[in-house]
C-alpha cells in the first residue's frame, strides 16, 4: 500500500476516533461511539499490516501474538464484573505504557530496523521521541500497577507517605530530563536503561501518596499519560495513526481529569504532580464520638417512599459492589406505578471512575432522561420528599461544606441533608473511601438502612 493511500486510511480511523470520543460524551450516543472506536481501531491496525508489505515469517508472529492477545483481551472483558472495573482499566493502561516502554527499547537497540539511523548514530529527533515516550511509559506502567493495587484491595488504599516525598520526585523529574539531554549527546546505552529505570521509580513515588478516594482522578491522569505515551511512540515509529490516537487520548484524558479536579476541588497540577492525597483521613473518624443513630426497615422506608411525591435516587459504590442496579430500576417502576417522580443524582467522582455510575444505571435500562449531573439536580433536593441514598458515602458528606480540616472540605457534595428524609442504605456506620465519618448518618431527617444494598432494595420492592 502507497504511503499515500495509507496517510488516507489513517485520516480516516483518526476522524472516526474523534466521534467515538464525541459519542462516548453522553449515554445515548456511547453505543455508537463505541462502534466509530472499534472501527476506526480496524482500519488503522489493517493499513498497518498492508503497509509492511513483507509477509514472512515475522508477519505471522505479529498475527499469533495478536490473536492470543486479542483472545486474552475478551476473556477478561466477558468475565470481570462491572464493580472490577475501575482496577481494570488501570490494568490496561499499565499495558499502554509497558508496550511504549518496549517499542521505545527495540528503536534504541534496533534502529536500523525502523530506519532511524545505526547504533550510537541515531537521529537527534528520534531519540528525544523515544526517550519520552519510553519515560511516560514507565511511569504511566508503575503508576497504573500501584493503581490497579489499591483498587482490588491487594495494597492499603491510605496515602503512603514520608519525609521529603515530594523534593524526592522533583528530583528524579529533573534527573530524567537531564538523563534525556545527555542521551542526546551520548547516545549511551546505559543512560537509556537508566531514563528507564527512574522513570518506573517515579511512577510509583507519584502515585502512592494518594488516598483510594481520590482514585478516579488518578485513572483519568494515567489515561492521559498512556495517550501521551503512546503519541511519543508514534513519532518514534512515524505512524500517524499512533500519533492521532495517542494525542486524542492525551488531551481527553486531560480534560477530563480536569474537570474530575474540578468536581473535587482539587489542584489539576497537584494532581499531575502527585502531590496530594497526603492528608491524615483517619483523623476525623477516629476521634469522632459515636452518636445516636435512626435505623429502620424496609416497610419504613416503603412507607416514605410511597407516600412522596418526589424521590431522588443517589447511587455509589456500594450499589457497585451489591450489584444492586437492577433491583433499584425494580423499586423505582412501582414507585412510578404510584405516581411517585423519581430522578437519579450522579456525582461526578461516584463509584472509582468517572462514568462508574451512568454504566450501572445504563445496564439496567434505566432512561437517560432521568439521570441527572451533580449541578443539574442539587438545587432540587431542597424540594424532594425523600433522598434515597444507596451506597454514596463521601460524595453525600455535609463537612465538605463545614469542616475546613476536613480531606474533603471544599468538595462539591450532593445536597442530599436539604432532602425532608434522608434513607441511607449502609451495612454498617464505617466511613467511606476517604476514612472520614459522615455527618448525614446522624441527621434528624435520616433513616439509616443496615443491609446489603440489594438485599434491601428487594425487600422495599416487595413491601411496595
Not at 486531560?254 to 489539576?268: D, V
Not at 499531575?272 to 476521634?287: V, Y
Not at 439536580?377 to 480540616?405: E, H, L, R, W
Not at 448525614?440 to 439509616?448: H, V
Amino acid at each position: 500500500m502507497s504511503a499515500n493511500l495509507s496517510a488516507l486510511f489513517y485520516l480516516i480511523s483518526g476522524i472516526l476516533f474523534i466521534l467515538a470520543l464525541r459519542g462516548l460524551s453522553s449515554p445515548e450516543t456511547s453505543r455508537q461511539g463505541n462502534y466509530f472506536g472499534i472501527s476506526g481501531m480496524a482500519i488503522a491496525i489493517l493499513v498497518t499490516f498492508l503497509s509492511l508489505g513483507n509477509f514472512g515469517l515475522g508477519f505471522i508472529y505479529v498475527l499469533i501474538f495478536l490473536t492470543v492477545g486479542g483472545l486474552v483481551g475478551a476473556f477478561i472483558a466477558f468475565k470481570i464484573p462491572m464493580t472490577a472495573m475501575p482496577e481494570l482499566v488501570a490494568g490496561f493502561h499499565s499495558l499502554v505504557g509497558l508496550a511504549a516502554v518496549f517499542v521505545a527499547i527495540s528503536a534504541f537497540l534496533k534502529p536500523e530496523a525502523f530506519g532511524l539511523g545505526v547504533s550510537g548514530n541515531i537521529k537527534l529527533a528520534s531519540l528525544i521521541e523515544m526517550s519520552l515516550g519510553a519515560a511516560i511509559g514507565a511511569i504511566t506502567f508503575s503508576g497504573s500497577i500501584i493503581a490497579f493495587l489499591k483498587l482490588r484491595g491487594i495494597m492499603s488504599g491510605a496515602p503512603i507517605t514520608f519525609r521529603g516525598q515530594h523534593f524526592i520526585n522533583l528530583i528524579l523529574g529533573l534527573a530524567i530530563i537531564l538523563l534525556i539531554y545527555y542521551l542526546c549527546i551520548t547516545q549511551s546505552s546505559n543512560i537509556f536503561w537508566s531514563i528507564v529505570l527512574l522513570s518506573f521509580i517515579l511512577g510509583i513515588l507519584l502515585i502512592v501518596p494518594i488516598g483510594g478516594a481520590d482514585m478516579p482522578v488518578v485513572i483519568s491522569m494515567l489515561n492521559s499519560y498512556s495517550g501521551w505515551a503512546a503519541a511519543g511512540i508514534g513519532f518514534t515509529l512515524e505512524n500517524s495513526a499512533l500519533i492521532i490516537t495517542g494525542a486524542l487520548v492525551g488531551s481527553s484524558g486531560a480534560i477530563l481529569s480536569y474537570i474530575m479536579c474540578k468536581g473535587m476541588n482539587r489542584s489539576f497540577f497537584n494532581v499531575i504532580l502527585g502531590g496530594w492525597g497526603a492528608t491524615d483521613q483517619t483523623l476525623k473518624s477516629s476521634s469522632e464520638e459515636q452518636k445516636p443513630v435512626k435505623s429502620g426497615n424496609a416497610d419504613d422506608a416503603a412507607f416514605l417512599m410511597k407516600n412522596a411525591s418526589s424521590v431522588i435516587i443517589v447511587p455509589g459504590y456500594g450499589m457497585a459492589v451489591a450489584q444492586a442496579q437492577h433491583a433499584l430500576r425494580e423499586m423505582v417502576d412501582s414507585l412510578k406505578k404510584n405516581g411517585v417522580k423519581v430522578s437519579y443524582a450522579i456525582h461526578p467522582v461516584a463509584g472509582r471512575m468517572p462514568g462508574h455510575m451512568n454504566v450501572l444505571l445504563a445496564e439496567a435500562n434505566v432512561p437517560y432522561d432521568e439521570v441527572f449531573e451533580l449541578e443539574e439536580i442539587n438545587n432540587d433536593f431542597a424540594n424532594c420528599d425523600v433522598a434515597y441514598v444507596i451506597g454514596a458515602n463521601d460524595v453525600t458528606n455535609p463537612v465538605a461544606k463545614s469542616d475546613p480540616q476536613s480531606p474533603i472540605y471544599g468538595m462539591p457534595v450532593l445536597d442530599v441533608e436539604k432532602s425532608k428524609s434522608v434513607l441511607f442504605v449502609k451495612r454498617s456506620l464505617s466511613p467511606g473511601y476517604a476514612g472520614i465519618d459522615n455527618d448525614l448518618f446522624y441527621r434528624d431527617n435520616t433513616l439509616m438502612l443496615f443491609s446489603d444494598a440489594k438485599k434491601m432494595t428487594e425487600e422495599i420492592v416487595k413491601s411496595l
